[in-house]
T-cell receptor
Framework: AQSVTQLDSQVPVFEEAPVELRCNYS??????LFWYVQYPNQGLQLLLK??????LVKGINGFEAEFNKSQTSFHLRKPSVHISDTAEYFC???????????FGAGTRLFVKA | GAVVSQHPSRVICKSGTSVKIECRSL??????MFWYRQFPKQSLMLMAT?????????EQGVEKDKFLINHASLTLSTLTVTSAHPEDSSFYIC???????????FGEGSWLTVV
């Protein structure tokens, strides 16, 4: 079974500052890793995903994440955030053989002017 | 791109009645869909996996007789909350995926309020 831990429930940051949202996972098998964003009263939208290959993954809206197998982490980063990035961000993991995806508790990114 | 649509987006029902939420994949076939429940400021809790043409697989602690799932076609799954109570009030989200590791496409979500 897999599990996901998002270490920060809320991350306040000023506009144009860099941000890192942390995610650690545990699994006894190979996994796929995802980051999703949720805006208020909406479903989730994929930001990026790691399936295999390069450990640095680039996604939409200027986000990127790095898969670190030894530290079982998949932290999300953006070098300069905008007010519009204010949302809930979910890290997720699934095993490579199945569909079932487990979500972390979420991190609320709040960008201040 | 692929789109998953949920209907209704908001529904209010009286305690004791049943309410149905539909989840449709609009431009792709989804053999597997998922139903989640999300409480305010919390993560998504997987309720069940809906498989086309077969019974849904429920997560531990989810009452299958209360949350009826039907996946009658490759583009439609329905969640029926039976004998709804105020504690069933929540945000319900469906999703569909075309294969392991592929992007999960989420519906817009449905707010259920039981009064």
């Amino acid at each position: 079974a897999q599990s996901v831990t998002q270490l920060d429930s809320q991350v306040p940051v000023f506009e144009e500052a860099p941000v890192e949202l942390r995610c650690n996972y545990s699994s006894s098998v190979s996994v796929y890793l995802f980051w999703y964003v949720q805006y208020p009263n909406q479903g989730l939208q994929l930001l990026l995903k790691y399936l295999s290959g390069s450990t640095l993954v680039k996604g939409i809206n200027g986000f990127e994440a790095e898969f670190n197998k030894s530290q079982t982490s998949f932290h999300l980063r953006k070098p300069s955030v905008h007010i519009s990035d204010t949302a809930e961000y979910f890290c997720a993991v699934s095993d490579t053989g199945g569909f079932k995806t487990i979500f972390g508790a979420g991190t609320r990114l709040f960008v201040k002017a | 791109g692929a789109v998953v649509s949920q209907h209704p987006s908001r529904v209010i029902c009286k305690s004791g009645t049943s309410v149905k939420i539909e989840c449709r994949s609009l431009d792709f076939q989804a053999t597997t869909m998922f139903w989640y429940r999300q409480f305010p400021k919390q993560s998504l809790m997987l309720m069940a996996t809906s498989n086309e043409g077969s019974k849904a697989t429920y997560e531990q602690g989810v009452e299958k007789d209360k949350f009826l799932i039907n996946h009658a076609s490759l583009t439609l799954s329905t969640l029926t909350v039976t004998s709804a109570h105020p504690e069933d009030s929540s945000f319900y989200i469906c999703s569909a995926q075309t294969g392991p590791g592929n992007t999960i496409y989420f519906g817009e979500g449905s707010w259920l309020t039981v009064v």
